[in-house]
């Protein structure tokens, strides 16, 4: 018995259909999906936040926004929804990018929680980028155009790779193609969370 936090982390670049997938995976397995892309976003339209304009700055330039913020919405959101919703089982997407978001998230976080396991959407860039311009036409991003991207996924490259590969010396990478049709790549991913649930109650 344990009353820590489970966490998948899901890693890879811009448009590799993070959120997409957690969305069937919400569906499929019933954990909480927190989007830290998403948090960010919603804290800089509250008119009343202090970060406001320091998160719009970070994600129009495709650059990382400082661990204290991101970790803090992301903390939140998991205590409410154990002790509003009993859940404690989550899949924190988009995080972490970078060496201070990991060291951040360690001294805060690692206490508090079990890493089932980190999984990573492999995508080529130009796939990427394809997939997000044409999510710009409706999606209303403001980093979702080409000047954005390609800081993006420079950023992705230089910062969220090297995260990848510390979790990878960890033995915790699980890597999906991306390449393909959701609901072919959901089968993939169907699997490898079967997998960790069969480890987690064995
Ligand atoms: N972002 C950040 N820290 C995070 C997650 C997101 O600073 O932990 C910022 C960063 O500027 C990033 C932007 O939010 O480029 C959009 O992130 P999101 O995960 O929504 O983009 P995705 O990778 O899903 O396309
Ligand atoms: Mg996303």
């Known amino acids: ?28 397995f019933g954990f909480v999906h927190l989007s830290a892309g998403d948090l960010l976003r919603a804290e800089r339209n509250e008119p009343d936040s ?8 970070h994600i129009k330039n495709g650059s990382i926004v400082p661990v204290a913020i991101t970790c803090s919405l992301l903390k939140r959101e998991m205590k409410r929804s154990k002790e509003n919703d009993d859940k404690d089982f989550f899949l924190i997407d988009g995080f972490p990018r970078n060496n201070d978001n990991l060291d951040g998230w360690n001294s805060e976080m690692s206490g508090l929680v079990n890493l089932k396991s980190v999984l990573v959407f492999d995508c080529p860039k130009k796939v990427c980028v394809d997939r997000c311009l044409e999510r710009g036409k409706t999606s209303g991003r403001t980093d979702d155009n080409k000047t954005s991207l390609e800081k993006r996924i420079q950023t992705f490259t ?35 969370i079967q997998k960790i649930q069969s480890e987690n109650n064995s």
Do not use: H, W
Not at 11 to 26: D, E, M, R, S
Not at 160 to 182: D, F, G, K, Q
């Open 1 to 28: 018995m344990t009353d820590k936090y489970n966490v998948i982390f899901i890693l890879g670049g811009p448009g590799a259909g993070k959120g997409t997938q957690c969305n069937k995976i919400v569906k499929e």
């Open 50 to 57: 202090e970060f406001g304009e320091e998160i719009a700055q």
């Open 158 to 192: 230089d910062s969220t790779m090297p995260v990848i590969e510390y979790y990878r010396r960890e033995n915790l990478v699980n890597e999906v193609s991306a390449e393909r049709p959701e609901d072919e790549v959901f089968e993939d991913v169907k699997r490898i």
